[in-house]
């Protein structure tokens, strides 16, 4: 079992920018990857970045130049930085964890919100 605590969710303008934090209970091994994803209302879940063991990152065609994925290894923690943020942002994000078995475990969510 991972346990993910997520942080870091609110309401901010047009253009404004937001840093998501998902702490994890424990830290990547080979073949795992942890990711953000996000739900809007009436849509499906979509995967809007992605971080390997290796460091590998990987991010959506949708907010690619505007948001950035990373890690702190010592805090088995990754972040999601949105910059430059839309109102089609707007969305549950929701930290991932799949391990090198394809197993996924999920944070509780946290609502972003961009709005004047």
């Known amino acids: 079992q991972v346990q993910l605590v997520e942080s870091g969710g609110g309401l901010v303008q047009p253009g404004g920018s937001l840093r998501l934090s998902c702490a994890a209970s424990r830290s990547l091994f080979s073949g795992d990857v942890m990711g953000w994803y996000r739900q809007a209302p009436g849509k499906q879940r979509e995967l809007v970045a992605g971080?390997?063991?290796?460091?590998?990152?990987s991010v959506a065609d949708s907010v690619k130049g505007r948001f950035t994925i990373s890690r702190d290894n010592a805090k088995n923690t990754v972040y999601l930085q949105m910059n430059s943020l839309k109102p089609e942002d707007t969305a549950v994000y929701y930290c991932?964890?799949?391990?090198?078995?394809?197993?996924?475990?999920w944070g509780q969510g946290t609502q972003v919100t961009v709005s004047s």
């Open positions: 971080i390997t063991s290796g460091g590998s990152t």
């Open positions: 991932n964890f799949r391990n090198s078995w394809s197993r996924d475990f």
